[in-house]
């Protein structure tokens, strides 16, 4: 049963204590009270003209203000904002298509009105002006929104079976390919590089594994770490797209010793220096892997566009080159809970779904793959209202 706006309301007075006390998880307290508040008040009425317009006109003219330059141009245009007028201007769009665009940006909280027929940036706005904010416009509107939008005519058409082959999916259905995912955003320039670019903003700000109160680096990694032991490396981050985890990694634990190598598909890495920070390679991980001896082999947000079958072959290219005793397997992944899943997670399970017929996994599910694949959990490390959990394994 639902709560009461009442109920809600004290609770949202206790969680605003905590946020002001900068108490882990009470911000995200916060958001899921304020949506449940909603859903306490809003009328049947009011839920669909939400869902139903005023959310994809909002995802729809975020993503033609991202075409468009809009969110730049109000930046630029400082406190006083910009007019209609001029943002027709000096974009070449109609006037008038502007001004509706940009009221119904400004009644969805993405921007500001700074006078009649007048706006001005947000902090919202002006983070959308960040490439990789822009990158997850594009990707979720372009990639991710055809897939969700077929979704229902799709699983109509199959009988309401459940998809499971990267193949032949809502992903296939919408884009009209019978590539996987990877292969089709790899054969459809600029994707690989948009969805690379998003994957190091999607997290951006919400608490992360390095993080005092997650995992515990030092103690773990860094205590008993061998740097004359083969490769000198500290960690592999395979499948870690452009390094962002690395650079976090190196930032928060400036003192960590050893090397760190990123690995990734050779068309993603190839933009990426490594700015002094780590190595980046190009690495197939279905094929065995090159670097020995590691003290830690990480894999994040990678085993979950997978079904169980790859990923213990994904893991079982590790196996050879981990050292017993010494060297960890860390998967970082969401651990779907048997109840009161929050929604980062459920959302999460729907995209995997709708992108490559995978679904979020279960602890027990992780622990059979594992099991599978020659591994034996550790420990599983968790953060207050975090929505990932780090599976710390070793060789079994
Ligand atoms: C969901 S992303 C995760 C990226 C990063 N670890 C993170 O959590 O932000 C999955 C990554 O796997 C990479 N990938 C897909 N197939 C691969 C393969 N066969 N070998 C290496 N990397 C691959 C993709 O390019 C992508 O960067």
């Known amino acids: 049963m639902s709560s009461t706006p009442d109920v809600i309301l004290a609770r949202l007075q206790a969680a605003g204590s905590a946020f002001a006390d900068k108490k882990p998880g009470a911000r995200e307290q916060l958001l899921n009270l304020g949506y449940s ?38 930046k630029d245009s400082g406190e006083q904002g910009i007019d209609v007028k001029d943002l027709a201007l000096k974009t070449g769009a109609d006037e008038v298509l502007i001004g509706r665009t940009l009221k119904h940006l400004a009644a969805m909280n993405i921007v500001a009105e700074s006078g009649t027929d007048r706006y001005a ?27 969700f939008h077929g979704l229902p005519d799709y699983l109509k058409n199959i009988n309401y079976a459940l998809p499971t082959q990267l193949t032949d999916g809502p992903f296939q259905a919408a884009h009209k390919t019978q590539l996987p995912f990877f292969a089709w955003l790899d054969q459809n320039p600029p994707y690989l590089q948009i969805f690379s670019s998003y994957m190091g903003a999607y997290r ?27 490769s000198g490396v500290m960690l592999v981050d395979v499948g870690g797209g452009r390094g962002h985890d690395l650079q976090e990694l190196k930032e928060k634990h400036p003192s960590l010793p050893g090397r760190l190598i990123l690995q990734d598909q050779a068309d993603v890495v190839s933009t990426v220096s490594g700015e002094g920070v780590f190595e980046a390679t190009a690495h197939d991980f279905f094929t065995p892997q090159p670097v020995n001896n590691a003290r830690a082999y990480y894999l994040h947000s990678v085993l979950h566009d997978w079904g169980d079958d790859d990923c213990v072959r994904i893991l079982e290219q590790l196996r050879p080159a981990m050292k017993p005793g010494y060297s960890k397997l860390l998967v970082n992944e969401i651990i779907v809970p048997g109840r009161n899943a929050p929604w980062p997670t459920t959302s999460m399970d729907q995209l995997v779904f709708v992108l490559g017929a995978m679904a979020e996994r279960t602890e027990s599910s992780w622990e059979n793959i594992l099991e ?14 975090g929505s990932e959990s780090l599976i710390e394994a070793e060789l079994a």
């Open 121 to 147: 940036a947000t902090r919202l706005s002006n983070a959308f002006t960040e490439q990789r904010y822009r990158d997850g416009i594009i990707y979720t509107h372009d990639v991710a929104g055809p897939s």
């Open 204 to 230: 951006a700000g919400k608490p992360s594994w390095v993080d005092p109160g997650f995992y515990p680096v030092s103690e773990r990694l860094a205590t008993g770490f061998d740097e004359s032991d083969g």
């Open 37 to 74: 508040l909603i859903s306490s008040l809003e009328l049947p009425s009011e839920a669909i003209q939400r869902m139903g317009w005023a959310e994809p006109a909002r995802a729809a003219h975020c993503r033609i203000a991202v075409e468009l330059r809009i969110f730049e141009l109000l």
């Open 372 to 385: 599978r694949a020659g591994f034996k959990v550790t420990h599983v490390y968790n953060y207050e209202m």
